[in-house]
């Protein structure tokens, strides 16, 4: 049975530093993995989608890595900003026909002015 | 916005209530979701629903009754809530359920 973790569950940085997100899970034969963000009280917004083919995928500040082998996928923000406080989810689904994907718990992301 | 949309986004509720959450996608997808999201806990999925029918249902208690009228509408019934039903529950929509998938603000559930 696959299990997504995102550890740590909070982290406070301050404003400017380079901060890395951790996502691991316990099947290595996934289809894709998928970063979201949530703000409080609100919807998921799809941040990046990596393929089981691709070692990662950018956009603007916000680097996703995927390493199969080993179950884990990194999101990078650089340059943080207290406008990317927020609840980062990742995601993973199992196989291309699959309609379920399964979430971490999500890291609580808090940047101090 | 990402062109699903919920009604309403806060919702209170007795237990001898019966009350519908109501979701609707502008996207042209034909697969929608409804999951849960319980404090601490990692989004449940709770039902699947593609091309109108429902393809998945993970367990749910039959408390709760999803309905599905087209493709770019969906309902989740309330009946007989229990206080550990409060939860934002969110839906979501995919051209196919292979696809990316896009969610909506939620509704924000509290049973009292």
């Known amino acids: 049975k696959q299990e997504v973790t995102q550890i740590p569950a909070a982290l406070s940085v301050p404003e400017g530093e380079n901060l890395v997100l951790n996502c691991s899970f316990t099947?290595?034969?996934?289809?894709?993995l998928q970063w979201f963000r949530q703000d409080p009280g609100k919807g998921l917004t799809s941040l990046l989608l990596?393929?089981?083919?691709?070692r990662e995928q950018t956009s603007g500040r916000l680097n996703a890595s995927l390493d199969k082998s080993s179950g884990r996928s990194t999101l990078y923000i650089a340059a943080s900003q207290p406008g990317d406080s927020a609840t980062y989810l990742c995601?993973?689904?199992?196989?291309?026909?699959?309609?379920?994907?399964?979430f971490g718990s999500g890291t609580r992301l808090s940047i101090r002015p | 916005e990402t062109g699903v949309t919920q009604t309403p986004r806060h919702l209170v509720m007795g237990m001898t209530n019966k009350k519908s959450l109501k979701c609707e996608q502008h996207?042209?997808?034909?697969?929608m979701y409804w999951y849960k999201q319980s404090a601490k806990k990692p989004l449940e999925l709770m039902f699947v629903?593609?091309?109108?029918?429902?393809?998945e249902n993970n367990s749910v208690p039959s408390r709760f009754s999803p309905e599905c009228p087209n493709s770019s509408h969906l309902f989740l019934h309330l009946h007989t809530l229990q206080p550990e039903d409060s939860a934002l529950y969110l839906c979501?929509?995919?051209?196919?359920?292979?696809?990316?998938?896009?969610f909506g603000p939620g509704t924000r559930l509290t049973v009292t």
């Open positions: 979501a929509s995919s051209p196919g359920t292979s696809y990316e998938q896009y």
């Open positions: 099947d290595s034969a996934i289809y894709n």
């Open positions: 990596i393929q089981s083919s691709q």
């Open positions: 995601a993973v689904r199992p196989d291309s026909s699959a309609s379920k994907i399964i």
């Open positions: 996207l042209g997808h034909n697969a």
């Open positions: 629903y593609n091309f109108k029918e429902q393809t």
